[in-house]
């Protein structure tokens, strides 16, 4: 039996489905939720937790099969990957069957309608509308996005992003340090949102590409993120300030550097943190504080990037 996720962070328990659909529209949006069955059961369960202000892991179960109606979704994108049983999900004309090889995506525009199987059990990825159509294409590209709604999962690419979900998931269990800080929360956002953009095919991909960015763009969004490596920076601010899509910043960005802006930011903020090691006192600080100060709360990999870019551990820079 699968381990019921996210279960230090509970939202409702019930067995009554007016109570359910309540609750559940209260945190997603309206629906209609029905037994498929005269004689079936509900044993619904919902935990849930935000990483940040624009995706939000959820665990949802409701025991025997129901249908459920939501319509349109209209400000947030879903990912349902079931983990235990299996779902037939209508998303527009299309119609996925859903199980634990291939997972839905419903997009804010395109309506649904579903049925989860006895014993269905999901893991539901929320991403808020306006952050994922930012890093998109933003202003730039006012058309809204839709996803292809059938997700592959045992693709070499879908499979790196759901690591990064359980990655997520793994920390949030944990007591979710990782994200206690905005910098690294937002960082990690704006990975999810990315990977999940460059994964799965969607209208985005299909737009006309705007003229290639040249080095004022590198140079512009460097110059900012070399001014404020301690900002909480997202892709769509700093394309915004060089004045392109996020698209064409990160394309850009690959040209030149071979790196993303935030793979950049987080070079950057390495470089200060290794800065601050060497001029530290190792009596009054220690190298996890130091971390902290520039977003890395996984000592851990910290240690392990650190070591990659300088050959020596931080404890050995900060010891002289």
Known sequence: MPTTLLSRHPQIATADPEQARDEVARRFCPHRLELTRRTGRLDMLHNAAAIGPDVTLNYLRY????????????????????????????????????????????????????????????????????????????????????????????????????????????????????????????????TLISGLLAAQPNSSNEAPREPAAGSRVVRTVMGLIDAEPERAWRLAELAGEAGVSARTLQ????????????????????ERARRDLVEADPVHTSVTDIAARWGFFHLGRFSQSYRAMYQELPSQTLAG
């Open 63 to 190: 025991g025997d099969e129901v249908r459920i109606t939501p319509g349109r979704f209209d400000d947030f994108f879903l990912v349902q990957v079931p983990i235990s049983g299996s779902a037939r999900v209508k998303v527009g004309d299309r119609v996925v069957a859903s199980d634990r090889v291939r997972g839905s995506l419903g997009s804010p525009t395109e309506p649904v309608d579903m049925v989860w199987s006895d014993g269905c059990e999901q893991l539901l990825v929320y991403l808020r509308r306006q952050a994922v159509e930012e890093l998109a294409g933003g202003a730039d590209d006012p058309r809204p996005v839709v996803f292809d709604p059938s997700m592959y999962l045992e693709t070499p690419s879908l499979r790196a992003w759901l690591r990064l979900v359980h990655l997520a998931l793994d920390d949030i269990e944990a007591g979710g340090a990782l994200f206690r800080s905005p910098l690294a929360a937002t960082h990690f956002e704006q």
């Open 251 to 270: 394309e850009a960005f690959q040209r030149e550097l071979g790196s993303s802006p935030l793979e950049q930011l987080r070079r950057t903020r390495m």
